[in-house]
């Protein structure tokens, strides 16, 4: 606790300096790389991660400075000739796409690597840290860095609030933007733009290796929590600034642990605590799914107590495992487990012989062979389905059917009183 208040004080200027532009970092890679991860273009933001380390070898061999625009500048330049290769190389050959990603990445990492030898071999003494590109080192940050990376992240922030609009269309239906005139090239290009610089900004702090997991995850996460674009990018760049804020507390803590690597082990640890738990993660499919498991036995028992009670019209008759089994095999494990679940919503009553349906249960269980029974006319009447072939689809059916299609299929069968086998369709009281 200590320690954390000593770090919340931010009285050492190294700390405001390395908190403050893994934060801005965290907040712009997470915004940008949400429309990355809808475009589904997450390779290509690694290609270009690590296709600028040549621009920042040649804009300090011309230059013979680390001004941290200059390099900047070379790294937005070398990333944005990555992506105009990427694209002549897919579209002007027969070359796939992640082929033509693999090459270009690789050609222009291996060039950049060249380049930082033949640097660090010159004898010239402002190469000194230059090499830390590759890995990042955000402890090297200065004030200068953080007003250059507050004016270019607010840049990108602003762009994606004023296209925002157009930058949603295309991640989702390019070809309907297309179809509405909207300049789609263009806009791709300023999508591309946005990745180029944020990318080129990030370099510097968390490396060319590690910049691609830093653009796409933080958007991975969010996208585990909510269906809503603008919810998407709230939650991408907190995950995006909660990281870079703990990176730099770890690091703080520990420095001899270096702060780029560590907020990419902690936001990877949000995206796979979202898969886990998030709104669309595992654990909220396997509840899913046990609840509609639950569901089709429920509906399955109540509508075989009903068929039991069809033949004599006596529906409150009690029934032994016996009858039930009898009637439709069942796993008993899975027949007890439903038995229990109906008499916990009330709709069966345990007796020393048996099981019976209450009121309600009836009214249930009704309602369920009512749908079967219109589905399989709907079938039949509408789609020419013979008799002996609608009851399977019907079975599947019956248990996602709402009330509003359950309407409209009373009104376009005209409320019919028998399905295709001449059984009568119940309508209750």
């Given at each position: ?6 770090f919340?004080s931010?009285?050492?200027?190294n ?5 403050a ?17 809808l475009?589904?273009?997450a390779?290509?933001?690694?290609a ?18 680390k001004?941290p ?9 070398s990333?944005?000739l990555?992506?105009?290769?990427i ?7 027969k070359?796939?796409a ?7 990445l ?26 830390n ?13 953080i ?12 762009t ?12 989702f ?7 509405t005139?909207?300049?789609v090239?263009w806009l791709?290009?300023?999508l591309?733009?946005l ?16 910049m ?9 996460a ?6 809503q ?5 709230l ?5 995006g600034?909660?990281?870079g804020?703990?990176g730099?507390?770890?690091s ?21 605590f ?5 709104s ?7 509840m ?21 009670g069809?033949?004599e019209?006596?529906?409150l ?12 095999k069942?796993?008993?494990?899975d027949l007890?487990?439903g038995?229990k ?47 002996d072939h ?9 248990h996602i ?12 069968l005209?409320?019919?009183?028998v ?11």
């Amino acid at each position: 606790m200590e320690t954390l208040l000593e770090f919340l004080s931010f009285s050492n200027p190294n700390v405001r300096y390395v908190t403050a532009g893994m934060v801005l970092l965290g907040i712009c890679s997470g915004v940008v790389g949400v429309f990355t991860f809808l475009r589904k273009r997450a390779l290509v933001g690694d290609a270009v991660a690590h296709s600028v380390l040549p621009g920042i070898c040649l804009a300090f061999i011309l230059s013979g400075t680390k001004n941290p625009v200059l390099l900047l500048t070379g790294a937005f330049i070398s990333g944005w000739l990555s992506l105009i290769l990427i694209d002549v190389i897919t579209n002007k050959s027969k070359i796939p796409a992640d082929s033509a990603i693999g090459l270009v990445l690789s050609v222009f990492f291996g060039a950049g690597i060249l380049m930082l030898t033949s640097i660090q071999h010159s004898g010239n003494a402002a190469q000194s840290g230059l090499d830390n590109f590759l890995f990042g080192s955000a402890a090297s940050l200065m004030k200068n860095d953080i007003i250059t990376f507050s004016v270019l992240c607010f840049a990108v922030m602003v762009t994606v609030g004023l296209f925002y609009k157009e930058f949603k269309l295309i991640s989702f239906d390019r070809d309907f933007a297309f179809a509405t005139g909207l300049p789609v090239r263009w806009l791709e290009i300023l999508l591309a733009t946005l990745t180029v610089l944020t990318i080129a900004i990030g370099i510097q702090s968390v490396g060319v290796v590690l910049m691609a997991a830093l653009l796409i995850t933080p958007a991975t996460a969010a996208y585990y929590w909510t269906n809503q674009l603008p919810t998407m990018l709230l939650y991408a760049s907190l995950f995006g600034a909660a990281a870079g804020f703990s990176g730099a507390f770890i690091s703080y803590t520990a420095p001899g642990m270096p702060t780029g690597p560590w907020v990419i082990v902690v936001v990877s640890l949000f995206a796979f605590f979202s898969m886990l738990a998030g709104s669309k993660g595992w654990l909220k499919r396997v509840m899913l799914l046990k609840k509609n498991r639950q569901k089709i036995l429920a509906e399955n028992l109540l509508k075989l107590f009903y068929h039991l009670g069809e033949p004599e019209n006596n529906f409150l008759q009690s029934r032994t495992l016996h009858d039930l089994q009898e009637k439709r095999k069942f796993q008993e494990t899975d027949l007890n487990a439903g038995l229990k679940f109906l008499i916990k919503k009330g709709w069966l009553q345990k007796y020393e012989n048996g099981w019976k349906l209450t009121t309600p249960g009836k009214s249930e269980a009704q309602r369920i062979v009512k749908i079967h029974r219109l589905w399989e006319l709907y079938l039949n009447t509408y789609l020419k389905i013979a008799p002996d072939h609608v009851h399977e689809d019907a079975e599947a059916i019956e248990h996602i059917i709402t009330p509003e299609i359950e309407a409209r299929l009373e009104k376009l069968l005209q409320r019919p009183e028998v399905d295709p086998h001449e059984k009568g369709i119940p309508y209750g009281s």
